[in-house]
């Protein structure tokens, strides 16, 4: 089946730092894939939706400057959290479609960041 | 903004009860899928369902697709304590997944 491969799947860095995390699509083209925060016990919520090839489109309240999205190419989308701190500590998710979006999205292991 | 309800939150039943876990919108979807999330894991896809009134199964699972398309249900029966775990409801729509608040379930043996 269809698999999302997302590293890493445990960071920690320092308050200020930045931190990338990157989505690949193993056995499929994504042109779309999407990318989640979860915080403990609480349910996903999209961030931002990435588009192969353009600017991605992040949801009311995320900043933009500061969760930077690339998507180059059709199997790999980044996220890279930009001076992080201790506040952005969450799982981060990423997921993928394939075939027709009502019946096929698969997500990645997770990231978990912490920013001490 | 479409909103997805899910309920109970929170649901700790003994080995061999069932159980029935409601997601409830009022908003049309395309589909609306089932995930199970474990700990420190991406959510797994458990069944999408895409006909209004369909049913389908999965061993012990029965999910059903409200005749209108904004609502649906999952049911267990005879839980097991492999059950146990953080369940996802997510609503599909213009390309996009809306989850619920997810029922975290917790089977004792």
């Known amino acids: 089946g269809a698999v999302v491969s997302q590293h890493p799947s445990r960071v920690i860095c320092k308050s200020g730092t930045s931190v990338k995390i990157e989505c690949r699509s193993l056995?499929?083209?994504?042109?779309?894939m999407f990318w989640y925060r979860q915080f403990p016990k609480q349910s996903l919520m999209l961030m931002a939706t990435?588009?192969?090839?353009?600017?991605?489109?992040?949801e009311q309240g995320v900043e933009k400057d500061k969760f930077l999205i690339n998507h180059a190419s059709l199997t790999l989308s980044t996220l890279t959290v930009t001076s992080a701190h201790p506040e952005d500590s969450s799982f981060y998710i990423c997921?993928?479609?394939?075939?027709?979006?009502?019946?096929?999205?698969?997500f990645g292991s997770g990231t978990r960041l912490t920013v001490v | 903004t479409q909103l997805l309800e899910q309920s109970p939150q929170f649901l700790s039943i003994q080995e061999g009860e069932n159980l029935t876990v409601y997601c409830n919108s009022s908003?049309?979807?395309?589909?609306l899928q089932w995930y199970r999330q474990e700990p420190g894991e991406g959510p797994v896809l458990l069944v999408t369902?895409?006909?209004?009134?369909e049913v389908k199964k999965l061993k012990r699972l029965t999910f059903q697709f409200g005749d209108a398309r904004k609502d649906s249900s999952l049911h267990i029966t005879a839980a097991q304590p492999g059950d146990t775990g953080l369940y996802l409801c997510?609503?599909?729509?213009?390309?996009?997944?809306?989850f619920g608040g997810g029922t975290r379930l917790m089977v004792k043996p």
């Open positions: 369902v895409v006909t209004g009134g």
């Open positions: 056995d499929f083209q994504a042109t779309t």
């Open positions: 990435s588009n192969e090839g353009s600017k991605a489109t992040y």
């Open positions: 908003s049309v979807f395309s589909s």
């Open positions: 997510a609503g599909n729509a213009g390309n996009m997944l809306t």
């Open positions: 997921s993928a479609h394939y075939g027709t979006p009502n019946y096929g999205y698969t």
